[in-house]
């Protein structure tokens, strides 16, 4: 009798077991093979991202000939790309104060500040953008700037602005301006894109001298901009 009761529970038991539902995770239908891990989504105005807004304004008003270009290197120094700059110029991530890239910029030692005199410093918020890249880790980071707004450009938000970031304001201004070209003021910069030179050197045009020098194109959406701002009559707006 035991024996019948206790086949019966073993009965019971195996008829109560459920399998468990075997859900397939879904597939990515076109997977990337090799994925950039410098690469973010969507570009964030509080990250610094190296290529975009640090090498072009570096590569114009320090990498240049002379200076700390790939044949020079003065001092042992190559700012011409990211991992030249790292290692020689003692970058020290998350410690401006310390890495000597940051630290001439900010010297109060003309003799000692880069660029060094008469060469025009560093505008404020480029400087101050180093200081943020490093102490973000001096991360080669990049990003999508996604569908590109053409939509209300002006001088003042857009073409100004882009110049500044990207360096040229810092070489084409002062009484000794690189090429004797200033970009500085609306003026200069519309008689500079009237002539065409602007959109040949930012689109390294053949015939013109590729700026920023010594550096990549600037954003494909900064150039788009600034034509489209050429495109509406060049206003100083």
């Known amino acids: 009798m035991?024996?019948?009761?206790?086949?019966?529970?073993?009965?019971?038991?195996?008829?109560?077991?459920?399998?468990?539902?075997?859900?397939?995770?879904?597939?990515?239908?076109?997977?990337?093979?090799?994925?950039?891990?410098?690469?973010?989504?969507?570009?964030h105005p509080d990250t610094v991202y190296f290529n975009k807004e640090i090498l072009p304004f570096l590569g114009a008003s320090c990498g240049r000939v002379g200076c700390h270009d790939a044949g020079t290197q003065?001092?042992?120094?190559?700012?011409?790309?990211?991992?030249?700059?790292?290692?020689?110029?003692?970058?020290?991530?998350?410690?401006?104060?310390?890495?000597?890239?940051?630290?001439?910029?900010?010297?109060?030692?003309?003799?000692?500040?880069?660029?060094?005199?008469?060469?025009?410093?560093?505008?404020?918020?480029?400087?101050?953008?180093?200081?943020?890249?490093?102490?973000?880790?001096?991360q080669n980071l990049d990003c999508d700037d996604g569908d590109c707004n053409l939509d209300n450009v002006t001088f003042s938000n857009n073409v100004s602005a882009i110049l500044a970031q990207n360096g040229c304001v810092s070489c084409h201004s002062g009484s000794s301006p690189n090429g004797g070209i200033q970009l500085d003021t609306y003026t200069s910069?519309?008689?500079?894109?009237?002539?065409?030179?602007?959109?040949?050197?930012?689109?390294?045009?053949?015939?013109?001298?590729?700026?920023p020098l010594n550096g990549n194109k600037i954003d494909t959406c900064q150039i788009d901009q600034i034509q489209q701002w050429i495109d509406n009559g060049m206003q100083n707006d």
């Open 2 to 43: 035991i024996t019948v009761i206790f086949l019966c529970l073993i009965l019971i038991i195996h008829s109560c077991k459920h399998e468990p539902s075997i859900v397939n995770a879904p597939t990515d239908p076109d997977p990337d093979p090799d994925p950039d891990p410098n690469v973010t989504n969507v570009c």
């Open 74 to 138: 003065q001092d042992g120094v190559r700012l011409t790309d990211y991992e030249s700059v790292v290692q020689t110029a003692d970058v020290r991530p998350g410690r401006p104060d310390k890495s000597d890239l940051y630290e001439v910029l900010v010297d109060d030692d003309p003799d000692d500040r880069m660029p060094p005199p008469p060469n025009e410093p560093l505008l404020p918020e480029q400087i101050e953008r180093i200081r943020v890249w490093i102490l973000q880790g001096a």
């Open 189 to 211: 910069v519309r008689q500079v894109a009237e002539s065409g030179r602007l959109m040949g050197a930012i689109q390294h045009d053949t015939g013109f001298v590729p700026m």
